[in-house]
């Protein structure tokens, strides 16, 4: 079944930088576009950044253009998202996601927080 994976998590200071994965298994990685999204406390879950299953093609959330960024690499099945400069705002789950033919499969959360 389709499993995803996500790691990297943690606390970091303002200013600071993380680097999330996510492992995928049980589809096709590299035929499928994957997602970060990210749900802080009372707030809906929202899209931060996604990205083709070339890779060629990327798009961002306003809020962390230029901060962060995402790429994969379909021989290891992973999909990464570079953090720098990370606000107390980008407290949040982190969550991977997949668009597969079987519909969206989700990982089950990464705690990223930001504090000092």
């Known amino acids: 079944q389709v499993q995803l994976v996500e790691s990297g998590g943690g606390l970091v200071q303002p200013g600071g930088s993380l680097r999330l994965s996510c492992a995928a298994s049980?589809?096709?990685?590299?035929?499928?576009?994957m997602s970060w999204y990210r749900q802080a406390p009372g707030k809906e879950r929202e899209l931060v950044a996604a990205?083709?299953?070339?890779?060629?093609?990327?798009n961002y959330a306003d809020s962390v253009k230029g901060r962060f960024t995402i790429s994969r690499d379909n021989a290891k099945r992973t999909v990464y998202l570079q953090m720098n400069s990370l606000k107390p705002e980008d407290t949040a789950v982190y969550y991977c996601?997949?668009?597969?033919?079987?519909?969206?499969?989700w990982g089950q959360g990464t705690q990223v927080t930001v504090s000092s």
């Open positions: 990205i083709t299953k070339t890779g060629i093609s990327t």
């Open positions: 049980g589809f096709t990685f590299s035929t499928t576009t």
């Open positions: 996601n997949a668009a597969t033919w079987l519909g969206s499969r």
